[in-house]
């Protein structure tokens, strides 16, 4: 427990009770149900699309870095956190918060710039507008302006640095509440925009109310994780003014994670319609322009088209799922042959007629003859 003036007394006797479970298992289960999501999108680039796109490696990089910043709060575990402050030695409390400051602030917001620059990335492979190109660029310059100094916040929040986590060491720090929140704010900005990117990229899509709406929706999964932020964001500023920090410190850590592996989930779930079309084909359906840009893929297939019965329009069944592709002008050029084959087959036709009209002038001229 605290006093009015933040001075912690510890209560008589000591429980030694801890909650450091939660966050462990948070910290395994999470990462497990992350690499699911991660293994799919990458095998779906790897074996049906066969082609790797700029969003695929930064999500890889982004699971890495998650699953490093899960090793730090497990560690974190070992030396108080979980416990009441009162219950840490000073030596493991002056570990736990060296190990937060430096490991945990680098490793989470690398990882949220990477999600984010992965998302953001995959958007700019749906528009040629530049308007919107601009926008998703601004956002990228604006996560990379709030990650980047937080990730090595521990350089010059404090001077000298160790005051931070000596508390025996007389130093000044930065306001880092302030920092923190306008951090915070900053976070829920992007994922606002990136959850709402979506609906401006399509609103010129030419396809039914129903399908486009859908379509927008699945593209939008990637911006749900503001949700979770949000909680995150509340979490901490109740937990604020709790000098219990190696206590009260889970419940932020824990939704970190929470936040950081939702964020690789949503990220890779739009890029499972080529995994979902191949093994699953009535789960959903693309806009077959839309399913050319996720797939990003333009190889043409050595499989001949197969054609309607009336020789009309191809149906082509493979666009975005590893099978056939095709350009225009393949279907132009097999839209040819199959005509010239028909009109070589109609005019076949046509000169039998001729001649057997021919030969039936010929039988009844001679039938003439012999009256």
Same mark, same amino acid.
């Given at each position: 427990m605290s006093s009015a003036d933040g001075v912690i007394t510890a209560p008589s006797p000591t429980t030694d009770e801890t909650i450091a479970y939660r966050l462990i298992i948070v910290a395994v289960l999470? @990462?497990?149900?992350?690499?699911? !999501? #991660?293994? &799919?999108r990458l095998f779906s680039a790897t074996f049906i699309i066969r082609k790797w796109h700029l969003d695929d490696y930064f999500i890889l990089v982004a699971f890495f870095v998650a699953l490093a910043n899960s090793l730090v709060c497990i560690v974190q575990t070992k030396y108080g956190l979980g416990?009441?402050?009162?219950?840490?030695? @000073?030596?493991?409390?002056?570990? !736990? #918060?060296? &190990?937060?400051?430096?490991?945990?602030?680098?490793?989470?917001?690398?990882?949220?710039?990477?999600i984010k620059?992965?998302?953001?990335?995959?958007?700019?492979?749906?528009?040629?507008?530049?308007?919107?190109?601009?926008?998703?660029?601004?956002?990228?310059?604006?996560?990379?302006?709030?990650?980047? @100094?937080n990730a090595i916040l521990f350089l010059y929040a404090c001077t000298p640095m160790q005051t931070y986590w000596d508390l025996s060491i007389v130093g000044t720090c930065i306001n880092l509440n302030a920092t923190f929140h306008?951090?915070?704010?900053?976070?829920?900005?992007?994922?606002?925009?990136i959850l709402l990117l979506p609906i401006w990229m399509l609103r010129r899509l030419r396809a039914p109310l129903m399908k486009k709406i859908g379509v927008t929706l699945i593209l939008m999964t990637g911006g749900f994780v503001c949700a979770?932020?949000?909680?995150r964001m509340i979490t901490a500023l109740v937990g604020i003014a709790d000098p219990d920090i190696s206590w009260h410190y889970v419940s932020n850590l824990v939704w970190c994670l929470v936040e950081l592996y939702v964020g690789i989930i949503c990220a890779c779930l739009p890029c499972l319609k080529a995994f979902a079309k191949r093994y699953?084909?009535?789960?959903?359906?693309?806009?077959?322009?839309?399913?050319?840009?996720?797939?990003g893929s333009f190889h043409i297939s050595k499989r001949p088209a197969r054609f309607s019965a009336d020789g009309g329009r191809?149906?082509?069944?493979?666009?975005?799922?590893?099978?056939?592709?095709?350009?225009?002008?393949?279907?132009?050029?097999?839209?040819?042959?199959?005509?010239?084959?028909?009109?070589?087959?109609?005019?076949?036709?046509?000169?039998?007629?001729?001649?057997?009209?021919?030969?039936?002038?010929?039988?009844?001229?001679?039938?003439?003859?012999?009256?």
């Amino acid at each position: 427990m605290s006093s009015a003036d933040g001075v912690i007394t510890a209560p008589s006797p000591t429980t030694d009770e801890t909650i450091a479970y939660r966050l462990i298992i948070v910290a395994v289960l999470f @990462p497990v149900l992350a690499f699911i !999501f #991660l293994a &799919l999108r990458l095998f779906s680039a790897t074996f049906i699309i066969r082609k790797w796109h700029l969003d695929d490696y930064f999500i890889l990089v982004a699971f890495f870095v998650a699953l490093a910043n899960s090793l730090v709060c497990i560690v974190q575990t070992k030396y108080g956190l979980g416990r009441h402050i009162w219950d840490v030695a @000073p030596g493991d409390l002056e570990f !736990f #918060l060296k &190990l937060g400051m430096i490991g945990g602030a680098l490793t989470y917001n690398l990882a949220t710039f990477f999600i984010k620059l992965s998302i953001l990335s995959f958007y700019l492979r749906f528009s040629v507008d530049r308007a919107f190109r601009y926008t998703v660029y601004f956002v990228m310059l604006v996560t990379v302006g709030y990650t980047f @100094p937080n990730a090595i916040l521990f350089l010059y929040a404090c001077t000298p640095m160790q005051t931070y986590w000596d508390l025996s060491i007389v130093g000044t720090c930065i306001n880092l509440n302030a920092t923190f929140h306008t951090a915070n704010t900053l976070n829920m900005v992007t994922d606002f925009t990136i959850l709402l990117l979506p609906i401006w990229m399509l609103r010129r899509l030419r396809a039914p109310l129903m399908k486009k709406i859908g379509v927008t929706l699945i593209l939008m999964t990637g911006g749900f994780v503001c949700a979770v932020s949000l909680v995150r964001m509340i979490t901490a500023l109740v937990g604020i003014a709790d000098p219990d920090i190696s206590w009260h410190y889970v419940s932020n850590l824990v939704w970190c994670l929470v936040e950081l592996y939702v964020g690789i989930i949503c990220a890779c779930l739009p890029c499972l319609k080529a995994f979902a079309k191949r093994y699953f084909p009535n789960l959903f359906l693309f806009d077959p322009e839309i399913e050319q840009r996720i797939t990003g893929s333009f190889h043409i297939s050595k499989r001949p088209a197969r054609f309607s019965a009336d020789g009309g329009r191809p149906e082509i069944d493979g666009i975005g799922d590893g099978g056939e592709r095709f350009t225009k002008a393949t279907v132009v050029a097999v839209g040819e042959g199959v005509f010239r084959s028909k009109h070589s087959k109609e005019s076949e036709d046509v000169e039998k007629v001729r001649g057997s009209e021919d030969g039936m002038h010929t039988q009844s001229s001679s039938l003439r003859g012999k009256e």
